[in-house]
């Protein structure tokens, strides 16, 4: 089983005839509901298993292959996506961190039996401030008692067990909150006041469901790990998932970008088709930058998960930047499409459901503020110590395939790294781009984000305390952001054997655009490179492969615009 034979079992998405197709999925859409044969094909396939280690009897062995399943999903449908599986991978992470064994081995036999996990961390009151959350557990006569709300929680009605965030000490700090495994059907009769589903605007078959309870009495068994280390153990799980979606965000643009290419292929103006419009070229081609720019550094970081604590860094930098070139990219190519970008129906339609679900899926577990403040102490630590003068990271931080250790979740840390191996790796080759006199473009990017780099240690060693808590200034929060560009940088230069030359360059161009300055590409080096991206994102579309680094084959033979 994997991404391969899912992609069998689910079908060609672009066949209108195909009840697990882009047209079914719509029009589950259309309804606000879960894509009914989707689900259907996903239990067929055993989706959960992919969730649960294989030491717990599941096929998760590491998370760069649960990410390449997930990002089947998202390529067809987000919500579904979302919706049938992800929202309890997020609920079982935190027991496979936090629980006992047998509390985990409880939560891999529910989930391989079918069964799903919700997970009621954010009230909507703090969003995600966890240390302010108000959902109440105290202690009564050997049991506990839960009082309060949560809301706009995936899948809360119809999981079997959630996990449950909740206030267990009256004072302020990081041990004020504990965790609950709760089994739903274990809750007394009547306990439980089910809210209504939020609407939304994207994701819209995603179940999201509320509750209230007032002093609801549950075992104390249900406590996952040591009551007050609820923001811990949530903090060391969210490692885990935070590194993990970020590279979903290339199912959906592939799908967008898939769309805007027959779109233009087949849309004939002045006589000719748009594609040979140079603008619409060009709009491809950068949105097909993006695209392997992400997958870089999602690539990267989904490796560091097993290999370096500076993901604890890593996660959050790449879920907001990958999320943010995502729906600049959306933007981008909804031009080339025009109204067509904004349709319901039609052979496009497909399009805005993307470009909703994805816009929906950014604030999925982290808002892309947050991930900049919890980056933000981090930086001026690993300025001093780190940036510079750490050597390069080991080779198999960036052999994507490469064998990995198992993912053991007792070896994240909560606290700032240390150290930054890949940002030693940035240095290391932009010094030696500079030792090549009379480089080419790649040297000339590489001695450019190395200068990046250089500039970012001096400007985050100047950062007074304040600028390193929620409170910072604009401009620190904008240091973090250079950060996140640097971080994919150093990815897609230490990955460059797996680009082709046209798009290594490309996505370096689009990074560095990201950071102003000076071009590094002059006029025309830039129109051959986009060019020649063009090319490359047509041959892809016709012959069927993803856009990604993979360039994997898709099934079936016609059918997609």
């Known amino acids: ?156 009605r119809r999981a079997e067990a959630f996990v449950l965030f909740a206030r267990t000490a009256d004072t302020a700090g990081s041990r004020s909150h504990s965790q609950f495994l709760i089994s739903r059907a274990a809750l007394p009769a009547g306990s439980v006041r089910d809210l209504p589903r939020a609407g939304s605007s994207g994701l819209r078959g995603l179940q999201l469901g509320g509750m209230e309870l007032r002093d609801c009495p549950v075992p104390a068994g249900t406590l996952l790990g040591k009551e007050g280390e609820g923001l811990e153990s949530a903090m060391r799980a969210f490692q885990i998932t935070r590194a993990v979606i970020p590279s979903f965000m290339t199912g959906p643009l592939d799908t967008a970008l898939r769309a805007a290419i027959g779109f233009a292929s087949g849309r004939r103006l002045y006589g000719a088709t748009a594609a040979d419009l140079p603008y619409v070229r060009s709009v491809i081609a950068r949105a097909h930058a993006d695209l392997l720019a992400v997958d ?51 052979p496009y339609a497909i399009f805005q459901k993307m470009a909703r679900d994805a816009a929906s899926a950014t604030f999925i577990h982290i808002s892309r503020s947050a991930c900049l403040a919890a980056m933000l102490p981090a930086l001026p630590r690993l300025a001093r110590r780190s940036w510079l003068l750490s050597p390069p990271a080991a080779r198999e931080l960036f052999e994507p395939g490469g064998a990995l250790p198992p993912l053991d979740p007792d070896r994240l840390s909560v606290g700032a790294p240390t150290e930054d191996p890949v940002m030693g790796t940035l240095a290391a080759i932009g010094d030696g781009a500079g030792d090549r006199a009379g480089g080419g473009p790649a040297a000339r990017f590489a001695a450019r984000f190395a200068a990046e780099l250089r500039e970012l240690r001096d400007a985050c060693l100047a950062l007074p305390p304040r600028d390193i808590t929620i409170g910072a200034s604009p401009a620190a929060y904008a240091l973090a952001d250079r950060y996140s560009v640097l971080l994919a940088a150093a990815s897609a230069l230490a990955l460059r054997d797996r680009f082709g030359d046209a798009e290594l360059l490309g996505v370096l161009d689009r990074l560095a655009g990201r950071l102003g300055g000076a071009s590094v590409l002059t006029d025309a080096e830039r129109a051959g490179v986009e060019e020649q991206l063009y090319l490359a994102a047509a041959a892809r579309h016709r012959d069927r492969e993803l856009f990604d680094l993979t360039a994997r084959r898709l099934p079936g033979q016609g059918g997609q615009p």
């Open 1 to 156: 089983m994997g991404a391969e034979e899912l992609d069998t079992l689910l079908g060609d998405p672009w066949d209108p005839q195909n009840p697990a197709g882009h047209a079914a999925a719509l029009a589950a859409d259309e309804r606000a509901e879960m894509f009914a044969e989707g689900e259907r094909r996903l239990d067929r396939y055993g989706l959960n298993a992919e969730f649960v280690p294989a030491a717990y009897g599941g096929r998760l062995t590491s998370a760069d292959r649960l990410a390449d399943v997930q990002r089947t999903l998202w390529r067809l449908d987000p919500s579904l996506a979302a919706g049938h599986g992800f929202s309890s991978f997020i609920g079982w992470v935190n027991v496979w961190v936090a629980g006992t064994d047998d509390q985990r081995r409880e939560a891999a036999s529910l989930l391989l039996g079918g069964g799903r996990i919700a997970a009621a961390f954010h009230e909507l009151s703090h969003g995600n401030d966890l240390a302010s959350a108000e959902f109440a557990a105290r202690r009564d006569a050997g049991r506990w008692l839960l009082t309060g709300r949560k809301e706009v929680v995936g899948n809360l």
């Open 296 to 346: 870089a550094v999602s690539t990267v970081v989904l490796r560091a998960l097993h290999l370096s604590p500076a993901v604890s860094l890593y996660a959050p930098a790449a879920k907001y930047l990958t999320s943010r070139m995502a729906l600049d990219a959306f933007e981008d190519l909804r031009s080339v499409l025009g109204a067509q970008g904004y349709l319901r129906e039609g």
